[in-house]
């Protein structure tokens, strides 16, 4: 997934950002609630081919190739989802070197840091495709996301809530509300 890119050509930036390749489910879902159109979802998309980051680097600025190999739009989303299983110790998920908000960034790059805005992000996206993947007949896939976006309710509220309307981040988390 790219962190951003420039048209036409599509150069752009790959990083270790948390919630780059969610935005793509979250967007998908949106699009099919406004519109009914679902079958938006079988459209063939393209995978993306380019070097993985090395050890130690942060994002890479480069034109990746288009690659031979295609997914139907829900299995990219999927796959986008299952990247996102990906949580600290508090069960809240990982910020990587950054989420939306760039100045954030090494927060995460020891592979520590959690996001508070990542795990309301995530319970989001988990909550609106659970419905999606119910209209595919992935009935596993949808109970995978209803358990995982309980049990990530549970843990913002057990480690992000004072119960009072304050936003509360455990240590190692952030706040970014």
């Known amino acids: 997934m790219q962190h951003w890119w420039h048209l036409p050509v599509g150069q752009g930036v790959r990083t270790k950002c948390s919630d780059d390749y969610l935005w793509l489910p979250l967007v998908?879902?949106?699009?099919?609630?406004?519109?009914?159109?679902?079958?938006?979802?079988?459209?063939?998309v393209n995978f993306i081919e380019w070097r993985q980051l090395n050890q130690g680097e942060e994002s890479h600025y480069d034109t990746p190739a288009k690659s031979n190999k295609s997914a139907k739009l829900?299995?990219?989303?999927?796959?986008?989802?299952?990247?996102?299983?990906?949580?600290?110790?508090?069960?809240?998920?990982?910020?990587?070197?950054?989420?939306?908000?760039?100045?954030?960034?090494?927060v995460g790059n020891e592979g520590k840091g959690e996001s508070v805005w990542m795990a309301f992000f995530f319970y989001d996206i988990l909550t609106r495709f659970e419905g999606i993947a119910r209209l595919q007949n992935d009935t596993a896939f949808a109970d995978e996301y209803k358990k995982e976006a309980?049990?990530?309710?549970?843990?913002?509220?057990?480690?992000a809530w004072d119960g009072h309307g304050i936003w509360v981040p455990p240590v190692g988390c952030i706040n970014l509300l």
Not at 28 to 44: K, M, Q, R
Not at 77 to 104: S, T
Not at 150 to 159: A, H, V
């Open 28 to 44: 998908t879902a949106i699009y099919i609630t406004t519109t009914g159109d679902s079958a938006i979802l079988e459209e063939p």
């Open 74 to 106: 829900y299995q990219h989303c999927v796959q986008a989802i299952k990247h996102g299983f990906n949580y600290g110790q508090h069960g809240l998920p990982l910020i990587g070197i950054g989420d939306w908000n760039d100045g954030y960034d090494k």
């Open 150 to 159: 309980q049990q990530l309710k549970e843990n913002i509220d057990i480690n």
